[in-house]
């Protein structure tokens, strides 16, 4: 099965927060990361956590690291239509080459 | 600075041709990667390079092959192409192990 998992969709209305979840198997990632993919595009990285932090915020995102359940979360707060994309999490041991494990990704659309 | 940039954009094979992808960047950076993105998958990792002349496996390297002769250039190659080779190609390059990964546009490859 997969090493990373994330519901496929997620639907909010412009204003309201969105959360999108992760799960891991791995419990030796050093680093877990979101990374946003718009239509026709590459991946962007959004934010990133260390292993050994609980949480993290930057402007809108807010990043939640549960290292017990690895549950990994990112909420977008006040969410907008440009925030419509795919969402990836992934995770790396910080090893040679940092090889990304990724999810298969969440779809997130934002209605007006 | 172009950051990423991958040729062509698209491109569309028969069984059993080849064709080369090129990934080129002007950052200076030491690790290059390739990955495929197929429906409903996250990314999964070819081939990467921790630096010039050196290569190594991913996570799916079968059927393909790559080189990088020159720092700046990573070459991802297809010597019989195959309809399971049909996916969205992503380069992606970064500083070192620990640091973000910067993403090409991506090339879509159909093989019929």
């Known amino acids: 099965g997969e090493d990373v998992e994330q519901s496929l969709f997620l639907s909010v209305r412009e204003g309201d927060s969105s959360v999108i979840n992760c799960t891991y198997t791995d419990s030796s990632s050093t680093y877990l990361y979101w990374y946003k993919q718009e239509p026709g595009a590459g991946l962007q990285l959004l934010t990133y956590?260390?292993?050994?932090?609980d949480m993290k915020q930057d402007q809108r995102l807010t990043v939640l690291l549960n290292k017990k359940d690895k549950h990994l979360s990112l909420r977008i707060a006040d969410t907008q239509t440009g925030d419509s994309a795919i969402y990836f999490c992934a995770e790396s041991k910080g090893n040679a080459g940092n090889m990304l494990t990724f999810g298969g990704g969440t779809r997130l659309m934002v209605k007006p | 600075n172009a950051g990423v940039t991958q040729t062509p954009k698209f491109r569309v094979l028969k069984t059993g041709q080849s064709m080369t992808l090129l990934c080129a960047q002007d950052?200076?950076?030491?690790?290059m990667y390739w990955y495929r993105q197929d429906p409903g998958m996250g990314l999964r990792l070819i081939h990467y390079s921790v630096g010039e002349g050196t290569t190594a496996k991913g996570e799916v390297p079968d059927g393909y092959n790559v080189s990088r002769l020159k720092k700046q250039n990573f070459l991802l190659g297809l010597e019989s192409a195959a309809p399971s080779q049909t996916s969205v190609y992503f380069c992606?390059?970064?500083?070192?192990?620990?640091?973000?990964?910067?993403f090409g546009p991506g090339t879509r490859l159909t093989v019929t």
């Open positions: 992606a390059s970064s500083y070192s192990m620990t640091y973000e990964q910067y």
């Open positions: 956590i260390f292993s050994n932090m």
């Open positions: 950052m200076n950076h030491e690790y």
